[in-house]
Every structure is written in C-alpha cells, then in structure tokens.
C-alpha cells in the first residue's frame, strides 16, 4: 500500500443511513409515498413547485436531527492526514462530511443546504424553506430552486471527477448501490487507468464483481479501520 499516493473515494447513501438519514432506495427509502417524477425533474418543478419544495424543505430540515457518524469522521481524518491527492466525491445531497471536517470534498448530485437560481445559475447557502417566489441573492429573480441534480440533469463537475479516476491510484466505493449512473462506471474508468478498486458496503452492491475486494459490513466500522490501515502504511 506504501506505493498509493492518489485516492478518489466515492460515498453514496449507505454511509449517511446510520446517521439516521433514510436512504432513497431501500425500503425506508425518501421515495416512498413519492413518484420520482414528482419530486426530483425539472418537469416537476415547473408542474408542482409547492409538493417539491415542501419535500426538500423537510429533507433539509431532516439535517438538524443528525450527526456524522465514525465513517464520516475517519474520511474527514484521512482528508486531513493524507499526504497526495485526495477527493471525495460524494453523492449524497447531505452536509455531514464537511460537519465531520472533510474539505477535498465534491458533491456531484449538488447540496440540501444550497439553492440554485434558475435564471443566472448563482449557487448560495440556503437553510429553511425554500418556496415559490424567493429572490436570487445576485441576479434578484423569484427563480430561486433547490440545488440538487434533478433525474435527466448532468451531475456536477463532471471533467474534474474524470481527471481524478485517471489519476488515481486507488478508488474506494463506500456505501453505493452501485446501480446508478454515471456514478456507478467510477470504478471501470479507474480500473481502466490502473488503480487499484476496493468496495465497503453492506450488502454487495450491483457492481461488486467490478472490484478487486469488497468488505461487507456497517461503513462506520468498515471506514475506520480502513482508514487506519492506509494511514499506518502511508507513503513518506
């Protein structure tokens, strides 16, 4: 391990669910009683903006109630302690990596706590309802949304997370289904460029035979042990 100097890391829904987060796919999941297309498409938005901001509202507001737990707290450590390059991309819309401390951190599916203008694209902190008729802090249209990557929308920063994968030296999947993408390609592009691929998840996620080793087991043990292993065997 003492030759891994580039690391992307990847977390999805799983490291956030012992938090207290409900993940979107399981059978708990923030899509039941709501039709994907009700909630998370531009059509959506433009049809029903009340029933989508009542249901990212109460998302947000979800975020008071938790904690980061001993997953988010060894990447922030890692981040802090790592000597090369380091990102972690994140598909999750929630705010407990940079609450552990994490800072080389890429929401791809965007942020609960950020609202995004429809008309001049200005991204600002946002916390509490969101509703029709609030103002850009810019451009002061009432075309205020929630920052999130809607279904059929690119998800962010898309170049930067490609350059990493080819560069990294290991990729780490933490907590994904492993079903969506572009998400879920991650770890063939890494692959494609020579790094190593390992996967902490659950339960073995829909492309676990992608892998070179997967470890099943809750991300808050996983992650920490994980983490100290790779910090003890560090390069210099």
Not at 12 to 27: C, N
Not at 73 to 92: F, K, S, Y
Not at 128 to 152: E, K, N, S, W, Y
Not at 189 to 194: E, L, S, Y
């Amino acid at each position: 391990m003492s030759d891994i100097r580039n690391i992307v890391i990847l977390t999805g829904a799983g490291i956030s669910a012992e938090s207290g987060l409900a993940t979107f796919r399981g059978p708990d999941g923030l899509w039941e009683g709501h039709r994907v297309e009700d909630v998370c498409t531009p059509q959506a938005l433009a049809r029903d903006p009340d029933t989508v901001h009542r249901f990212y509202d109460a998302r947000r507001a979800a975020l008071a109630t938790v904690s980061p737990n001993p997953a988010h707290d060894a990447l922030a450590r890692l981040d802090a302690e790592w000597p090369g390059e380091l990102l972690i991309v994140t598909q999750n819309v929630d705010d407990l990596h940079e609450r552990a401390g994490a800072r080389r951190l890429l929401h791809m599916h965007g942020e609960l706590r950020s609202a995004l203008c429809a008309a001049c694209g200005r991204a600002e902190p946002w916390d509490g309802p969101m509703g029709q008729g609030r103002r850009c802090g810019g451009c002061g249209t009432p075309a205020l949304r929630p920052d999130i990557v809607f279904f059929g929308e690119m998800p962010y920063e898309m170049e930067r997370i490609e350059r990493a994968l080819a560069m990294a030296d290991l990729f780490v999947s933490i907590g994904t289904s492993g079903a969506v993408y572009p998400a879920a390609g991650f770890v063939q592009t890494a692959r494609h460029h020579g790094a190593r691929t390992l996967e902490l998840n659950l339960d073995p996620s829909a492309g676990s035979f992608l892998f070179e080793e997967t470890r099943q087991g809750p991300a808050s043990m996983l992650v920490p042990q994980w983490v100290e292993g790779l910090l003890a065997a560090r390069p210099a």
